[in-house]
């Protein structure tokens, strides 16, 4: 059965610090790993990463893929009060499976 | 922009009744998926559909359950005897291609309340 396991499940912060986001993956036919910010409603789309060790950057977030060990990472740095929300991980190809997210507070 | 459209944004209905589901995916795409998410869990795959037909679908996508394109554009999902358990919020998602280097675009969802 495809897993996918994000760590921690909650993290609170101050405004200013740099928070680490963990995604280990077990899935069948993998060929992206996604990572999506979910406020209140709809999952948003941060990143999409395919090849392992080349950082995917965009303003504050960035995230890398390690294909060998079935890991990413999304860090995020200079937090803000608007980056509270649960980031989600998912891994796949047509059947995309979700870990839990982890739900990041920050606060000022 | 474009965006993936879902209506109703919340329904509520009684156990045993059947509903269906709205999307509109963004216009020039071609797969298109269902997902939910129960409250305080995780987002669970349903199903995918390319070239009208279903191309994967989960064990939660049992008889209960099915998929049409009607007309080129809406993307519909039905529960046929809806039970308590349904209770959700179903997302619509969609994207151009498959392969490397597309993403699947969400809609704001439908919150299913059944009571």
């Known amino acids: 059965e495809d897993k996918v396991v994000q760590s921690p499940l909650s993290l609170v912060v101050h405004e200013g610090d740099t928070v680490t986001l963990n995604c280990s993956y077990e899935?069948?036919?993998?060929?992206?790993l996604l990572w999506y910010k979910q406020e209140k409603k709809a999952p948003t789309f941060l990143f999409m990463l395919?090849?392992?060790?080349i950082e995917k950057k965009s303003g504050r977030l960035s995230s890398i893929l390690d294909k060998k060990e079935l890991f990413s990472i999304l860090n995020i740095t200079a937090t803000q009060t608007g980056d509270s929300a649960i980031y989600l991980c998912?891994?796949?190809?047509?059947?995309?499976?979700f870990g839990t997210g982890t739900k990041l507070q920050v606060i000022p | 922009e474009p965006e993936v459209t879902q209506t109703p944004s919340h329904q509520v209905t009684q156990m045993g009744q059947e509903v269906i589901l709205r999307c509109v995916p963004i216009?020039?795409?071609?797969?298109f998926y269902w997902y939910r998410q129960i409250l305080g869990q995780k987002v669970e795959f349903l199903v995918s559909?390319?070239?009208?037909?279903?191309?994967?679908k989960s064990e939660i996508f049992d008889d209960q359950f099915s998929v049409e394109r009607p007309d080129g554009s809406n993307f519909t999902l039905k529960i046929r005897s809806t039970k308590l358990e349904d209770s959700a919020m179903y997302f619509c998602?969609?994207?151009?291609?498959?392969?490397?280097?597309?993403?699947?675009?969400f809609g704001q969802g439908t919150r299913l309340t059944v009571v």
């Open positions: 998602a969609s994207r151009a291609q498959t392969g490397v280097g597309t993403e699947a675009f």
């Open positions: 899935v069948t036919n993998f060929r992206s």
């Open positions: 395919t090849s392992s060790g």
């Open positions: 998912a891994g796949g190809y047509q059947k995309v499976t």
């Open positions: 216009s020039n795409h071609l797969y």
């Open positions: 559909f390319y070239n009208n037909e279903i191309s994967e």
